[in-house]
């Protein structure tokens, strides 16, 4: 079974999934990109952020029932 | 939000450039920006065999597509570190890659000499990415000899260099901070020259460039590199990029002039490198300061300093 079929979806929040962790979280929507990373704590220069398979700039709306993928970039140690 | 180059819908916005990007035009300002690395710091030219360390992340693959994109001679190098699992993943997405682009790739494994970094580390007691990296260098090194390669090419990116130098200036490593510039100059027949093609490029960029182009890496950390400092070198970094877009890249790149201006008065790499050449390790008989050198002293247990209990 994939990690996406396993998520319960809302219809009425937005749902992240963290690609590296295969956590995911929910939010109220509609958000920006930018507006959704800054609720989420999360930098923009840290991370991708996608929407069926394509990414998103920071302007981007994201609705409601809609859910994005978050692939964190920082790697290294 | 629009593409700057060619009115399409972007994918990606650059905020320390100011501008944003479609597919195309962001494949395209990358290639510009690593054809202006390399000829900046005359890091190769056509005639050169370049071995591409690769280790499964975006970074080393991504360098790999784009080398190959700008029409150079390239085989890849990945060293097999026997980290459980992990290993073994990135080596596939490796193996992958260049079975999907006809691409000649080495292999090299750590287990071959019947050792671990976690072995390694613990019995030099030393932090398994200092490690990693004398063991890394070292292999790249001998293997690029070994088969005829002129230079070395590794995936470091800017957000690499810049965090790297946050440590090197806050801990005042002077000896690193001379050795630390994207091109490493050859001294001598078994001392080859080391090159970072990604330097001026993020690894937000670089990311970008291997999710559009459809390249498979491996996403997870490497366990070892859990709480690494070098990462919250980036953290912090990165929470300062937010604040002032583009701060990144003056902090590396204005340390980089800054360094040519006072080259004449630093020993520099280039002396230092002609040091280890001039010796050699009693031990595997390559260029080393010391002997044996630093990849010896780790592998052979009996010349280990402070060496703890193996488990």
């Known amino acids: 079974m994939s990690m996406l079929s396993q998520i319960c979806y809302h219809a009425d929040m937005i749902t992240v999934l963290n690609r590296q962790t295969g956590k995911t979280s929910e939010l109220r929507g509609p958000k920006t990109v930018r507006d959704l990373l800054s609720a989420l704590n999360m930098v923009e220069g840290a991370v991708l952020v996608t929407r069926k398979g394509e990414l998103l700039t920071r302007d981007t709306r994201v609705l409601d029932g809609e859910t994005v993928e978050i692939i964190p970039v920082i790697s290294g140690g | ?311």
């Not at chain 2, 690494?228 to 583009?246: C, H, I």
């Open chain 2, 1 to 311: 939000m629009k593409c700057r180059r060619c009115g399409q819908r972007a994918v990606l916005d650059l905020k320390s450039h100011n501008t944003a990007f479609c597919a195309p035009c962001l494949f395209s300002f990358m290639e510009r920006q690593v054809a202006r690395a390399i000829k900046e710091h005359k890091m190769f030219g056509r005639k050169d065999r370049i071995l591409v360390c690769v280790s499964g992340g975006k970074d080393s693959l991504a360098l790999w597509d784009i080398l190959l994109g700008l029409g150079y001679e390239t085989a890849g190098l990945y060293v097999d570190l026997g980290i459980e699992g992990y290993s073994h993943r990135s080596r596939q997405k490796v193996e992958a890659f260049a079975r999907k682009r006809d691409l000649k790739t080495f292999v090299v494994s750590l287990g071959e000499i019947g050792v671990s970094i976690e072995v390694l580390a613990r019995r030099n007691r030393r932090a398994e990415c200092s490690v990693c990296g004398i063991v890394k260098r070292h292999f790249f090194n001998r293997t690029a000899v070994e088969n005829g390669f002129t230079v070395v090419a590794t995936g470091h990116n800017l957000d690499d260099e810049a965090g790297r130098l946050m440590g090197n200036l806050l801990h005042w490593q002077w000896e690193y901070l001379e050795k630390q510039t994207p091109v490493l100059p050859a001294v001598g027949e078994r001392l080859v020259r080391k090159v970072q093609p990604l330097c001026r490029l993020s690894e937000r960029e670089t990311a970008a460039y291997a999710f559009l182009r459809g390249i498979d890496y491996v996403l997870e950390e490497c366990p070892m590199s859990q709480g690494a400092t070098s990462l919250r070198y980036k953290e912090v970094l990165n929470l300062l990029e937010d604040w002032m877009p583009g701060i990144k890249g003056n902090f590396y790149h204005g340390f980089l002039k800054f360094r040519e201006k006072l080259k004449n008065d630093l020993s520099g790499p280039e002396m230092r490198r002609e040091g280890e050449a001039s010796r050699v390790c009693s031990s595997c008989g390559f260029p080393s300061l010391v002997d044996p050198c630093a990849f010896c002293r780790l592998t052979e247990p009996r010349k280990a300093v402070g060496r703890g209990p193996e488990r």
